[in-house]
């Protein structure tokens, strides 16, 4: 058996067992839906209820967060169409559920071991720290995680793919749009990234294609937001 299918089959085998312990911690958590009572992801349940009835947030809807976990909430009940209070909470932590499986075979399946062992403590005890809750904190760390170990990647000489970069710019933004606290550092992991990766005439062109693509992303933002109520509320 050549190398290549031994690390796939070693990479299909980890996400294999994370699928299993995934729908282990899935079943514990969504049993637990009501606990703690309520916080910021209601607010986040509000904006995205109010988006879907035609209002536009900041200017008619105040909310003072940044905006995109009520679009994704607003996605959410459009998708679901929850009928009661339980089912509009339950159906949001699914997709955070849903969201966290997503961005978590994803780093195993590029990181490998160190993301499996590293994930299935994070996922088995984020309970106890409100990393289930629809908040902008229990998503943004899978790509702040990611950015981290790109950056430490390329400090080791390690390979960096040319897709990476443009993954990298969605990452940024998300964070930065996600979390108004992590505004800063997401915008100096992502240009620590390209700084170091702007050295290395072979990767120029998709430095300066991920920089366009980050700023086009912020470009549709501000073009979306009423500026002046968003820096209000």
């Known amino acids: 058996m050549n190398k290549k299918r031994i690390?796939?089959?070693?990479?299909?085998?980890?996400?294999?067992?994370?699928?299993c312990l995934f729908v282990g911690i899935a079943i514990f958590l969504l049993k637990r839906?009501?606990?703690?009572?309520?916080?910021?992801?209601?607010f986040n349940f509000g904006a995205g209820y109010f988006l879907l009835q035609g209002k536009q947030l900041y200017s008619q809807i105040f909310f003072?967060?940044?905006?995109?976990?009520?679009?994704?909430?607003?996605?959410?009940?459009?998708i679901s169409q929850p009928q009661t209070l339980f089912e509009l909470v339950k159906y949001h932590r699914i997709a955070v559920l849903l969201l966290a499986d997503?961005?978590?075979?994803?780093?195993?399946?590029r990181f490998g071991f160190p993301l499996f062992v590293?994930?299935?403590?994070?996922?088995?005890?984020?309970?106890?720290?409100?990393?289930?809750?629809?908040?902008?904190?229990?998503?943004?760390?899978?790509?702040?995680?990611?950015?981290?170990?790109?950056?430490?990647?390329?400090?080791l000489g390690k390979i960096v793919y040319r897709w990476e970069y443009i993954l990298a710019a969605l990452c940024s933004w998300l964070i930065f749009w996600m979390r108004e606290p992590f505004m800063p550092?997401?915008?100096?992991?992502?240009?620590i990234l390209l700084a170091l990766s702007y050295k290395q005439t072979t990767q120029r062109k998709?430095?300066?294609?991920?920089?366009?693509?980050?700023?086009?992303?912020?470009?549709i933002?501000?073009?979306?937001l009423p500026i002046r109520e968003y820096i209000f509320n």
């Open 7 to 19: 690390f796939f089959l070693q990479k299909f085998l980890l996400v294999i067992l994370y699928q």
């Open 33 to 42: 839906v009501g606990a703690f009572g309520c916080f910021d992801d209601c």
């Open 64 to 78: 003072n967060h940044q905006p995109i976990m009520a679009y994704i909430s607003a996605v959410v009940q459009y």
């Open 102 to 109: 997503i961005f978590g075979t994803f780093l195993i399946l």
């Open 118 to 155: 590293s994930l299935a403590v994070f996922e088995a005890t984020k309970f106890y720290i409100f990393g289930d809750r629809f908040l902008a904190e229990g998503i943004i760390v899978y790509p702040m995680i990611y950015l981290t170990i790109l950056i430490l990647y390329k400090l």
């Open 185 to 191: 550092w997401s915008g100096v992991a992502f240009i």
């Open 206 to 219: 998709h430095v300066i294609g991920a920089f366009i693509i980050f700023c086009l992303l912020n470009l």
């Open 221 to 224: 933002i501000f073009t979306v």
